[in-house]
């Protein structure tokens, strides 16, 4: 029900030499995906990939067996839906009680917001508590954290409050970058404010067995790209 065709603004660029191409410092070549029959609220898009890549899949079914890495990897997308995690072990507990090597505990946490110096303040270690404000909870504001501390918030619940050491993550702009050799201790973070995260290259896709195939972009590509001579 979808098809993949050029941005219009794009189509101006195919008589543009290769290595002309090559100098620009922005993307000029964008292609769009649009429908290709009226679309329901909430249906399921559909977009050919190609023959090829058909008959790729289906050889990667009919051949594939678990390998260890599969049985035993647990992905951060698992472990966030997971009840059993729901209340979150210290670095102490997981010393005896690790997580699995390939994920780490992220908190959503917007340090430009705390990073004001205060009697509580030194050069090397500063706190701050936890308060939601309107787009905490932003992919923006995601960064690895520590859990240093649990606590009940209050005995009539059994919601708990996690003390965390949030740090750097790449990316980040400088009024969010934490400096170098400083402790920043946040207390009273919910737990909706922590998840998991996969680490860089560990995530599902990048098992050994994962399926691998770039998708079919058919006839889409202009006759004068098609530089290379056929091979019979």
Known sequence: NVKLRWW??????????????QQFSTAQ????????????KGEELYLDYGAEWTTAWKNHVESWSPSEEDITHVSSDVMNGDAKY?????????????????????CY??????????????????????KPHKGVMSARNLRPCLIVHRELEDFST????????????????????????????VAKVPREAIIFSDKTYTSDQHL?????KEIGLGELFPEQWKDLLERG
């Open 29 to 40: 070549l964008m292609m769009e995906i649009v429908a290709t029959r009226p679309i329901q």
């Open 8 to 21: 219009s603004e794009s189509i101006s660029y195919f008589n543009t030499p290769i290595l002309e191409l």
């Open 158 to 185: 059994s919601r708990h409050l996690y003390t965390v050491r949030v740090m750097n993550r790449p990316g980040l702009g400088e009024a969010e970058r934490i400096p170098k050799g400083h402790f920043h201790i």
């Open 109 to 130: 946490y917007e340090y430009s917001n705390y990073r004001h110096p205060n009697k509580e303040h030194s050069e090397t270690k500063s706190f701050a508590e936890w």
């Open 86 to 106: 729901d209340v979150l072990w210290t670095e102490k507990e997981q010393q005896s009680t690790p997580y699995p090597t390939d994920v780490f505990t992220s």
């Open 208 to 212: 050994l067995t994962a399926f691998r």
